[in-house]
């Protein structure tokens, strides 16, 4: 089962910031959060990940909690092309036989509207 | 650089039929990974290759999947005898270093059993 809770769905304007948040109380020490999403048909697309800093990249920004039990996802400025499933998850990258897996959850499905 | 590459991007058989699906990653990319939605559930991790060796065969459903990654290169997902529940879209992926910096997934199968 997925490790994070996420609304399931959510509305944004065209050129705002889309904030998504993800809930993961209860997240362990070596897990790091991951955001990928999936637009229209296509394969999930990565995004960003982070393990207790905030990150960003040229596609988005993620804030974590100083408790790391929630974090945000930030597309700064969203356009039409953003609308998308965005699946929240936590992965521990190293240890064990299953390191690699990811376990998605229903997402959130974000739409941009002009 | 290419994507991950499957093929074929749609495929329709009948129920008792066998089907094989293949993936070509990233070229250089040790780890490779297999994934599926099928209808109306989330998206589920079968397994995951590192080179040629499974390193986690955990989401596999049945003996009626068999995967392989001759000379770990391109790897085949074969069903048999296909079933209706197998209806649904299977994604592959690859990444260095077990996906540290996330995966690159594939644009799918969507496999049809009638």
């Known amino acids: 089962d997925a490790k994070t809770t996420q609304p399931p769905s959510m509305d944004c304007a065209e050129g705002r910031a889309a904030n998504l948040p993800c809930n993961h109380s209860?997240?362990?020490?070596?897990?790091?959060v991951y955001w990928y999403r999936q637009i229209h048909s296509q394969g999930p697309q990565y995004i960003i990940h982070?393990?207790?800093n905030n990150e960003t990249n040229e596609m988005a920004s993620l804030i974590i909690t100083e408790d790391r039990k929630s974090s945000t996802l930030i597309l700064p400025h969203a356009t039409l092309r953003d609308t998308a499933v965005y699946y929240c998850?936590?992965?521990?990258?190293?240890?064990?036989?299953?390191?690699?897996?990811?376990?998605f959850g229903q997402g959130t499905i974000l739409t941009v509207h002009p | 650089e290419a994507g991950v590459t499957q093929f074929p991007s749609h495929s329709v058989i009948e129920k008792g039929q066998t089907v094989t699906l293949r993936c070509d990653p990233i070229?250089?990319?040790?780890?490779l990974y297999w994934y599926r939605r099928v209808m109306g559930k989330e998206i589920k991790f079968l397994l995951h290759f590192v080179k040629e060796s499974k390193q986690d065969e955990s989401g596999m459903p049945n003996n009626r999947f068999l995967a392989e990654r001759t000379g770990g290169t391109y790897s085949t997902l074969k069903v048999q005898p296909a079933e209706l529940e197998d209806s649904g879209v299977y994604f592959c992926a690859s990444s260095q270093w077990g996906g540290v910096n996330g995966y690159t997934f594939g644009s799918g199968t969507r496999l049809t059993v009638v």
């Open positions: 982070g393990l207790k």
């Open positions: 209860t997240i362990s020490g070596n897990e790091y």
């Open positions: 998850i936590v992965r521990a990258n190293a240890g064990g036989t299953s390191y690699g897996k990811l376990t």
């Open positions: 070229s250089g990319h040790d780890n």
